[in-house]
């Protein structure tokens, strides 16, 4: 049954300075639907921080279901990435004996787009350090995907909100030239701005764009059987 007003529940990977992962998923919501968070812990990008963020998702799954949310998505590409293939699908299982509330990851939708899209050779931006990436590179290669060109800031975790749109910007034109024939780009963290990017990437390049934020939107819409075309944020968003 439809209602009027929908809560989205999001477990984002760290508190500090990510005020625009919130502001970034609200803005391309849409009116009907608001976004509450938990936040598991990370302070940085390290097997430590991420282990015992991953120790925390049962707690945030029943403080999101205590919150009535009406799905959850847990974000963070680190977070599943680091964990291989099918790590993700663990995640879901983990929150799944915990509530019955519909679930998915960040990784998990931005996957699901992109097989939608039949793309198969990708194009990867991200601002993280080489293991991370790797890790990234590995958990696509296992999942099907073919990585034509990664290009990446390899900026200290705090800075991921500064770095200037224009950055992920130059890095997927300078990704595109390196691998003129892949068929989608991937910018993976919704801790950096790149919602105001994706349409304009998709107008020079001609290339669908899925992104971390916009995955996460169109995944729990999706979750909840929900397809209201969405405008301004990519292809994905709008006719999928």
């Known amino acids: 049954m439809r209602k009027d007003h929908y809560l989205i529940g999001l477990m984002k990977p760290s508190k500090a300075g990510r005020g625009l992962v919130q502001s970034e998923i609200q803005g391309m919501l849409p009116s009907n639907f608001t976004l509450t968070s938990v936040a598991l812990g990370i302070r940085d990008l390290v097997e430590s921080q ?37 790590f993700d699908r663990k995640i879901i299982e983990r929150i ?32 993280f350090r080489n293991d991370i990436n790797h890790a990234i590179k590995r ?29 992920p910007y130059d890095l997927a034109l300078e990704g595109l030239k390196a691998a003129p024939d892949a068929q989608c780009l991937f910018i993976p963290c919704a801790a950096w701005p790149v ?27 999706r979750l909840m059987g929900i397809k209201t075309p969405i405008q301004g944020y990519g292809l994905i968003l709008r006719d999928y």
């Not at 799905?71 to 099918?86: D, E």
């Not at 304009?200 to 971390?212: D, Q």
């Open 139 to 167: 958990y696509m290669e296992d999942s099907g995907f073919e990585i034509g060109s990664l290009k990446t800031v390899e900026a200290p975790f705090e800075q991921f909100p500064e770095i200037p749109p224009s950055v």
């Open 96 to 127: 799944n004996r915990v509530t019955p509330i519909p679930a998915t990851t960040s990784q998990t939708s931005a996957d699901k787009a992109m097989t939608l899209l039949r793309a198969k050779k990708i194009i990867v931006v991200t601002p």
């Open 50 to 86: 991420i282990s015992a963020a991953l120790g925390r998702i049962e707690e945030a799954a029943e403080e999101l279901a205590s919150r009535h949310v009406d799905v959850i998505t847990v974000g963070g590409t680190p977070p599943v990435v680091v964990g291989g293939y099918g």
């Open 195 to 221: 919602s105001e990017i994706i349409e304009p990437l998709e107008k020079e390049t001609g290339l669908p764009v899925i992104a971390s934020a916009q995955a996460e939107v169109w995944g729990a819409l």
